[in-house]
């Protein structure tokens, strides 16, 4: 081998040793997580999931996080903690411990991907569970709107938060969550129907639907029809 190659083989070798060494604990986290990826995708869905498939879920984001500090297993501990906590006791210890290990999962995510819109909600939740109607919520909104006002993967988490807290908020809160409800009725109008009948809302989202009168009368027919099928 010529000098010149033995040279470029060392100056490849020694440049490969760091970014290997940066690749394993990745690696390493992404092998504990993958196996229970599943469980988070199946919260997402709203499907019902049992306390030791989140247990083993939350286990392996703690361990994955002993590897790897990354945004989407600080989000995903977050969710499994609120879930978990959302199973226990209320008042009790266990209830206490996670849900505050919720919240500062949240935090964390935050920090690490501070423009992930649905982190902010998930923390707005986690505030919710652990103080209820007390829960201060304007700031997590404020910064879910700032980071993703038209992404379609958050208005109905943000739009159910709002409606359940509408006495409470500010009138810029109040105009924002009538521009969510005129985008839920285009693109989830059924959904629409629903959380406005969970939240007994009926008279705030016909006022933020009656710039178009076509517009509101298809919620207003959809929403008795779905009444009169209940």
Known sequence: MSRTRLTATLIAFFI?????????PRLAAGILTAPFDETVREI???ETVSRSDLRFARASRLSALDWYAFSRFEAD???????LARMAERGTDTHRKLIEGAIEA??????????????WLRL????IERDGR????????RMSYSMARYDPRVVLTRLDIALLFWN??????????DEQIRLAMKWF??????????????????????????????FNLMYFLRRDQT
């Open 189 to 218: 109008p059924r959904e629409l129907v629903r959380y406005a009948r969970a939240r007994n809302r009926l008279s705030q989202v016909r006022a933020a639907l009656s710039d178009d009168p076509q517009v509101r009368a298809s």
């Open 168 to 177: 409470d908020l500010p009138e810029d809160l109040k105009r924002d969550t």
């Open 106 to 119: 949240d935090l964390r995510a935050i920090s690490l991907a501070p423009t992930a819109a649905y982190s």
């Open 124 to 127: 707005a939740q986690a505030q």
């Open 16 to 24: 490969a040793i760091p970014l290997i060494a940066m690749a394993v």
């Open 77 to 83: 501990l977050g969710i499994l903690n609120y879930t």
């Open 44 to 46: 997402a869905r709203g």
């Open 134 to 141: 007390a829960a201060d919520i304007s700031p997590y909104l």
